[in-house]
């Protein structure tokens, strides 16, 4: 395994963790969808890195599609605003897709995304996240068909997560230093 970065306090996921998961992941959704073609929409910029593992890992055809939201601001803590970046270029009225996210942590900007997109027309919306950060006390408001892990309720980084477009790159999901953040 690489070096721990100075600034990330523990790993939680390996790199050998992360590409089993995938797997698992991939499988799953390759059982649920094979014949269906659906349209996998990824979540920028977090969600790129296992957009393009998981989409390897999905054995049948599939399309790809991507948008940019922001409801983060220059914070650390959800606005509760969302704002659309960069929307889908794709038609998705009677289309099954299934939207890639990194971490879901309150679940209220994805929950606005699945109410945009069946107001759309798509014929379902289903969610493949990466991970679930568990909240004491919290449920998130939206249920992902596919989870890959939970994740405790730290600022996470690694793998597409970042602070401050930093850390993306890392090979693993690592709980980032408060020191570095506060």
């Known amino acids: 395994m690489e070096a721990l970065h100075p600034d ?4 939680v996921l390996s790199e050998q963790d992360i590409k089993d998961i995938v797997t698992r992941m991939g499988d799953a959704i390759t059982a649920d969808y094979k014949e269906r073609n659906p349209l996998v929409v990824a979540v920028l910029k977090g969600a790129v890195v296992f957009t393009a593992d998981i989409m390897r890992a999905i054995k049948c055809p599939i399309a790809v599609d991507f948008m940019a939201v922001s409801s983060y601001g220059d914070g650390v803590k959800s606005s509760g605003v969302v704002r ?14 299934l939207i890639v996210e990194d971490i879901l942590d309150s679940g209220l900007t ?3 995304l699945i109410r945009m997109l069946e107001a759309r027309g798509a014929n379902s919306v289903k969610v493949a996240a990466f991970l679930v950060k568990d909240v004491e006390g919290k449920k998130p408001a939206v249920h992902p068909e596919y989870v890959g892990a939970h994740v405790p309720d730290e600022f996470i980084v690694g793998y597409g997560l970042d602070f401050a477009e930093r850390y993306r790159n ?8 408060p020191e570095v953040y506060s």
Do not use: A
Request: glycine share 6%; net charge negative; no cysteine.
């Open 110 to 112: 994805l929950s606005y």
């Open 8 to 11: 990330v306090s523990e790993v």
């Open 170 to 177: 890392l090979p693993y999901i690592g709980i980032l230093k």
């Open 84 to 97: 659309i970046v960069k929307d889908l270029d794709t038609k998705i009225e009677g289309r099954d897709v």
